[in-house]
């Protein structure tokens, strides 16, 4: 857990990584470090101080605390479907960045996404249409299948 201010302060994006690196090296070799969460909790009463920040879609493959083996308070975690970035996203990470002081931000992509293939099918569902439609120009863009395109391809 690396949530203490001092800590933060002379964190380094370099060594913000590094940090990321092992704790997915732990989580692939199943060598997960055992935390105290009610320890943790109290000892994030008074602030967060999280040392990155990480865009991840809602699926529920895609937790970054347990992917990056961290701890309460040690990243910010930003989900929405097929990543789609709009103003809140980019609201949250400015805050987690020049206010929070966190120093590294990861986009984290993952296998037969949801929305990507609802947006390769041109899937129309209420307010989901609204974030397809943001992905649609990058199906568009990607030119490996050029006939008949569908999450299947």
Do not use: W
């Not at 920040?53 to 605390?65: F, G």
């Amino acid at each position: 857990m690396r949530t203490h201010k001092k800590e933060r302060q002379t964190t380094t994006p370099e060594i913000a990584l590094e940090y990321l690196r092992e704790g997915n090296y732990r989580f692939i070799n199943n060598l997960k470090i055992r935390r105290d969460l009610l320890q943790q909790v109290n000892e994030t009463r008074d602030g967060q101080f999280p040392f990155a920040t990480v865009l991840s879609c809602i699926d529920s493959r895609t937790s970054a605390e347990l992917i990056f083996d961290q701890g309460l308070g040690d990243i910010f975690s930003i989900r929405v479907a097929g990543n789609v970035i709009n103003e809140d996203i980019l609201g949250s990470m400015e805050f987690a960045c020049k206010i929070a002081g966190s120093k590294f931000i990861v986009v984290l992509g993952h296998t037969k996404c949801g929305a990507i293939c609802g947006a390769c099918d041109n899937v129309q569902m209420g307010n989901l249409s609204t974030l397809l439609n943001k992905i649609q120009p990058s199906v568009y863009y990607e030119r490996t299948v050029t006939e008949n395109r569908n999450s299947g391809n």
